[in-house]
């Protein structure tokens, strides 16, 4: 399990009593262990990043959809995604990598799981970004949307024709739209000091 | 006939007295009652002027960097002094420098700092920065004692408290330097943040020391008590100086609040805020630099709501003013100062202080590397590591430190001048000049300018929260969870009480509005707005309502929209000092415009769900 997912041993053993903690000595975590984590209340993303444990593709299973219950072992794959880089890694791992961490994102943004995210869903992401703002309407939230998705269309297609439709963004011109920002040192957690903060819960 | 007119005048007659009557002058030349102000403006004036001529051959800045160039004018000047009057030329006055010179540059830097990387790298900066400085000074100064120990030098009534002293005086990285050569090389954000964050926290450090071994040199006995009074004057000098200017940061912010009636001197409170908590807390022996810093980073979010655009900008750009300025002066002043008589030269103990220095600093970077990448999640390679290290340029802070040694305590002072001047000298032109192509060498990574744009602004968010719930998830107090807690304390007590119209922020609508702003001004300008519905009557298409819009709703719109321009800020990350970023491009805010027709025709095409009536425009 430690080679396949390049976390070392110790940091099981902290994933593994938080897991037990989230599970109440279960085997296995449903989403309604996520309740009981108080902080995540807050989160505007909270669902999304929920439905992120459980979403198959996520999990490296062949199958679509949603899982009812994640076990330890899909639980630490699911951290895996945010595994900080290492040294010693030459350019084909790294890109590798960075791609791995971009599709996790991805597939948040894509909830129908088609492989594309259309500007409904896009729509839906910036309104769930908003929402911790009360002040804020749904119209704007929603013209914000519609502005970024021209953008995106402007990077990824350039000039298009007056009636062209543009799909949505693919997993390819997600890509693109990154190329920009450093995601692999960005994107880890420190899966040190649970010890300290478990019985805070 | 003007003239004879003018001397057939009546001079009073003087009393008694048999002097010449004086005509009454027609053209008087009055030196002595300008003189002052004039040589001032004329430096400055100067000191101008060059810049304009380093920039008339447009390669030349970007070989060698500008503090180079201006010493060596400053360099030129003070000989034509000293030839010209046959003595040394005015020394720069180190009251002036600390007083005057110096606290524009920093808040400047502070001001403009970011903040976010600045905290999220605070460990490891606080790290170099105490650690680092105290294994310079303790390792430059054993090992010049160990030199001076020589007796072929001739060096051996230096003992080893000044020793230490000289130490503690040239191991300090100076931010005016660091500034002037990263400014031009475009590093990454992380690497700049570190030198430079480095070169502003060690002025606690630096402070403590000079004072505490001045004060050992002057006392007769050294008890152990002494040491303690030490290091417990560090944390008082350290965190005194930030508290302070922490706290005048919130009265700047408070006051702002209610300027909106007197906007012309909203600029003036900024400067006048930052600049009392530096000479409060010079006041008191405390870190200067390190409250105007943090004066800056506290009133930076808050100012920047209250105070409107116009004011903004001013503040901009009289700091960046006053600061471009200042460091012309400094590097000028440190030309000039270097020619004269205050000079012995040895070559052991200069020599070897520049040795010791080079090594020391290597050394210190390279170990305290390897501890500390066993905290960080990034480590710092090897490539980082190097560029830490030959980044730490000396400057003018040692330059005017070396001039307070009182003569009387340290006899050989003119020693200690000479050998600091050849440090500052060798980083500054040496390390200055060959840092770009090292750089380039190396293939460090570069910052990427890029315009702002709001699906990034929203990618960004996203991650932030997603980062956030992970951490949540693993029970783990990052980063993140340290920062959404200020963020959730800011938002109740603090915004709420420093900030006038306190609209809950959101970085993303923000970006938004702005570029919605412009698109509005380029249709208006481009005679559009006639043909084009605006955004708002598209999305009440949307919904299926028809809203004509009344005279009312359009002046409605026009207030929102006048208002907004004061709202909004243009968060720039202004690492040039010199120069500040240009707005985005016209072309690209067109493009946007254009597609975001099409694609509102679009998603009505895809979203049926809508039940469309004819839209009937009143």
Redesign the interface.
């Given at each position: 399990l430690s080679s396949s997912l390049a976390v070392t041993s110790e940091q099981i053993e902290h994933?593994h009593r938080?897991f037990k903690?989230?599970s109440q000595d279960q085997l296995t975590i449903r989403k309604e262990n996520?309740d009981s984590?108080p902080?995540?209340e807050?989160?505007?993303?909270?669902g999304?990043?929920v439905h992120a444990?459980f979403d198959k593709r996520n999990l490296r299973q062949e199958s679509d959809g949603l899982a009812d219950e994640i076990n330890f072992e899909d639980f630490l794959t699911i951290?895996s995604y945010?595994r900080?880089?290492e040294?010693n890694m030459d350019e084909e791992q790294l890109d590798r990598f960075r791609k791995e961490k971009l599709k996790f994102?991805f597939h948040?943004y894509d909830s129908d799981h088609d492989g594309k995210i259309?500007?409904?869903e896009y729509r839906n992401?910036?309104e769930e970004?908003?929402s911790g703002?009360?002040?804020?309407e749904k119209?704007?939230a929603?013209?914000?949307a519609?502005?970024?998705?021209?953008?995106?269309?402007?990077i990824c297609v350039g000039q298009?024709g007056?009636d062209?439709?543009?799909e949505g963004i693919t997993f390819e011109d997600f890509l693109k739209?990154?190329q920009?920002?450093d995601i692999e040192?960005?994107?880890?957690?420190?899966?040190?000091?649970?010890d300290?903060?478990?019985h805070c819960? | 006939p003007g003239a004879a007119a003018m001397g057939t005048g009546t001079p009073p007659s003087p009393s008694g007295t048999a002097f010449e009557e004086t005509r009454l002058h027609v053209f008087t030349l009055d030196y002595p009652h300008v003189q002052i102000p004039f040589e001032i403006t004329l430096w400055i004036l100067l000191a101008s002027l060059a810049k304009i001529g380093f920039h008339l051959y447009h390669k030349l800045p970007s070989i060698v960097p500008e503090s180079c160039l201006l010493i060596l004018v400053g360099l030129l000047l003070g000989g034509i002094i000293f030839g010209a009057e046959e003595k040394s030329p005015p020394v720069m006055n180190s009251d002036v420098f600390f007083l005057y010179l110096l606290p524009p540059i920093v808040l400047d830097a502070g001001y403009f700092m970011p903040t976010r990387l600045f905290f999220e790298n605070f460990g490891t900066i606080f790290w170099y920065a105490v650690v680092g400085t105290l294994w310079n000074a303790i390792g430059i100064g054993i090992s010049l004692y160990g030199i001076c120990q020589i007796s072929a030098f001739g060096l051996t009534d230096i003992t080893l408290l000044q020793n230490l002293l000289f130490g503690s005086l040239i191991s300090a990285v100076d931010p005016v330097a660091v500034l002037a050569v990263f400014e031009n090389i475009h590093v990454n954000e992380q690497l700049y943040i570190l030198v430079f964050g480095e070169s502003l926290l060690n002025d606690a450090i630096t402070v403590v020391l000079y004072n505490l071994f001045k004060s050992f040199c002057q006392m007769r006995t050294i008890k152990v008590i002494d040491i303690f009074a030490g290091i417990a004057n560090f944390f008082i000098v350290g965190i005194g100086g930030v508290l302070i200017g922490i706290l005048l940061g919130f009265v700047a912010a408070f006051t702002t609040r209610f300027t909106h009636k007197i906007r012309v001197i909203e600029p003036l409170f900024v400067f006048l805020y930052s600049y009392l908590s530096y000479i409060t807390a010079e006041m008191f022996h405390l870190s200067g630099i390190m409250a105007i810093t943090a004066c800056a980073m506290t009133m930076n979010k808050y100012v920047e709501e209250n105070v409107s655009q116009k004011s903004y900008t001013t503040i901009k750009y009289f700091m960046k003013m006053l600061s471009s300025v200042s460091e012309t002066l400094i590097f000028i002043f440190m030309g000039v100062s270097t020619v004269g008589k205050n000079h012995e030269w040895n070559w052991a103990f200069v020599s070897f202080t520049l040795l010791f220095c080079l090594i020391w600093r290597a050394l210190g970077v390279f170990v305290l590397t390897q501890i500390i990448n066993v905290f960080r999640?990034?480590?710092l390679?090897f490539k980082d590591q190097f560029i830490i290290a030959y980044g730490g340029l000396r400057g003018a802070i040692c330059f005017s430190l070396v001039f307070l040694l009182p003569p009387a305590v340290f006899p050989r002072k003119k020693l200690f001048i000479t050998a600091v001047i050849v440090v500052i000298f060798f980083t500054v032109f040496i390390q200055g000049i060959t840092i770009r192509p090292l750089v380039e060498f190396l293939d460090v990574k570069r910052s990427?300018k890029?315009q702002p744009?709001?699906?990034?602004e929203?990618?960004?968010?996203?991650?932030d929260?997603?980062?956030?719930?992970?951490?949540?998830?693993?029970?783990?107090?990052?980063h993140n969870?340290w920062r959404?807690k200020f963020k959730?304390f800011d938002n109740k007590y603090l915004r709420r009480l420093l900030i006038r119209e306190n609209?809950?922020k959101?970085s993303?609508?923000s970006l938004?509005k702005k570029?919605?702003i412009k698109h509005a001004i380029e249709m208006a300008e481009s005679g559009m707005i006639s043909k084009v519905p605006s955004?708002v009557s598209l999305?009440d298409y949307?919904e299926g309502k028809i809203k004509p819009l009344s005279p009312t709703e359009m002046e409605n719109m026009r207030e929102i929209l006048t208002k907004n321009l004061y709202q909004i800020r243009h968060r720039t990350m202004s690492y040039n000092r010199h120069s500040l970023a240009a707005d985005a491009s016209e072309k690209?805010a067109k493009?946007?415009l254009i597609?975001?027709r099409?694609?509102?025709r679009?998603?009505l095409?895809?979203?049926n769900s809508l039940s469309r009536e004819r839209p009937v425009l009143a």
């Open positions: 994933l938080r903690q989230l996520f984590i902080d995540l807050f989160n505007p993303i909270r999304k990043i444990f951290m945010f900080p880089i040294m994102l948040m259309t500007l409904q992401v910036v970004l908003l703002n009360p002040h804020l119209e704007s929603r013209s914000i519609d502005g970024a998705m021209m953008e995106a269309a402007s298009m007056p062209q439709v543009y739209m990154w920009g920002i040192t960005k994107m880890h957690v420190r899966f040190l000091n649970v300290t903060i478990a819960y | 999640t990034i480590p390679t990427n890029k744009a709001v699906s990034e929203i990618y960004n968010r996203f991650f929260h997603v980062k956030t719930g992970i951490e949540d998830v693993c029970g783990h107090w990052g969870f959404d959730k609209q809950p959101s993303i609508v938004y570029l919605e955004s999305s949307h690209q493009e946007i597609r975001r099409h694609s509102l679009e998603s095409r895809k979203t």
